[in-house]
């Protein structure tokens, strides 16, 4: 068998091993034996358990990136774009629970440098969503500023909310990839389209109140 194919099949083991067992007491002699190869054979070809859990984050991560890029088409209207970006999202996680599993929660609990890995990627996929936003935004408004530092904000937020439902919809099986992104649609699209038009809420006064970015709204 290709060295390549074999390695697939050792590192689709470990994620379902480390997923379903966690990382500490995931074992080489089991990863081995759910691939169908030996214990030295592993380690022939990924040195050691700490290699081994990189290498399956790495693919994880990547598998997840480009889903959610590919899934988008860029020339769509920026609610199409944020939607389809969401669906690509839940559903690679929802077809995938193991790698989502490895990356939300073994990777992040484990210190560095298997943190580090998880970051990169969110960062990435944070840096999508800024653009996407920030585009949208300007566009929309026929203004070619606006705050780095909110969009950078927006993006964030909407990348956690998007993790956190990811776990509860794998956790809940009558919840589909398509009902998790309308939720969140649902809870971001009004907010972010108000921002694209220059509204936003202030805390002014006693009552909550809307003003437009570039100044004062009517009262």
Same mark, same amino acid.
Request: charged share 20%; with cysteine; proline share 5%.
């Given at each position: 068998?290709?060295? +390549?194919? &074999?390695?697939?099949? $050792?590192?689709?083991?470990?994620?379902?091993?480390?997923?379903?067992?966690?990382?500490?007491?995931?074992?080489?002699?089991?990863?081995?034996?759910?691939?169908?190869?030996?214990?030295?054979?592993? =380690?022939? =070809?990924?040195?050691?358990?700490?290699?081994?859990?990189?290498?399956?984050? &790495?693919?994880? +991560?990547?598998?997840?990136?480009?889903?959610?890029?590919?899934?988008?088409?860029?020339? +769509? !209207?920026?609610?199409?774009?944020?939607?389809?970006?969401?669906?690509?999202?839940?559903?690679?996680?929802?077809?995938?629970?193991?790698?989502?599993?490895?990356?939300?929660?073994?990777?992040?609990?484990?210190?560095? !440098?298997?943190?580090?890995?998880?970051?990169? $990627?969110?960062?990435?996929?944070?840096?999508?969503?800024?653009?996407?936003?920030?585009?949208?935004?300007?566009?929309?408004?026929?203004?070619?500023?606006?705050?780095? /530092?909110?969009?950078? %904000?927006? #993006?964030?937020?909407?990348?956690? #909310?998007?993790?956190?439902?990811?776990?509860?919809?794998?956790?809940?099986?009558?919840?589909?990839? /398509?009902?998790? +992104?309308?939720?969140?649609?649902?809870?971001?699209?009004?907010?972010?389209?108000?921002?694209?038009?220059?509204?936003?809420?202030? !805390?002014? %006064?006693? #009552? /909550?109140?809307?003003?437009? $970015?570039?100044?004062?709204?009517? /009262?």
């Amino acid at each position: 068998m290709p060295r +390549a194919v &074999r390695e697939q099949q $050792m590192l689709d083991a470990a994620v379902q091993s480390f997923a379903r067992l966690g990382y500490r007491a995931a074992s080489m002699d089991q990863i081995a034996e759910l691939a169908g190869v030996s214990k030295p054979l592993v =380690y022939l =070809y990924l040195n050691s358990k700490d290699e081994l859990f990189t290498a399956c984050i &790495r693919r994880e +991560a990547k598998a997840l990136v480009d889903a959610v890029q590919a899934g988008v088409e860029a020339d +769509a !209207p920026a609610d199409r774009q944020l939607w389809e970006g969401l669906t690509a999202f839940f559903t690679h996680t929802a077809q995938n629970p193991d790698g989502w599993s490895v990356l939300h929660s073994q990777a992040r609990t484990h210190g560095e !440098p298997f943190a580090a890995e998880v970051a990169a $990627m969110r960062a990435e996929i944070v840096a999508f969503v800024t653009h996407l936003i920030g585009d949208a935004a300007r566009e929309a408004r026929c203004d070619p500023h606006l705050a780095d /530092r909110e969009v950078a %904000g927006l #993006a964030q937020a909407l990348v956690g #909310a998007a993790e956190s439902l990811a776990g509860w919809a794998n956790d809940t099986p009558a919840v589909t990839a /398509r009902e998790a +992104a309308a939720t969140l649609m649902n809870f971001a699209w009004a907010g972010l389209e108000n921002l694209m038009k220059g509204v936003s809420w202030s !805390p002014t %006064g006693s #009552a /909550r109140e809307t003003t437009s $970015m570039s100044g004062p709204g009517p /009262r």
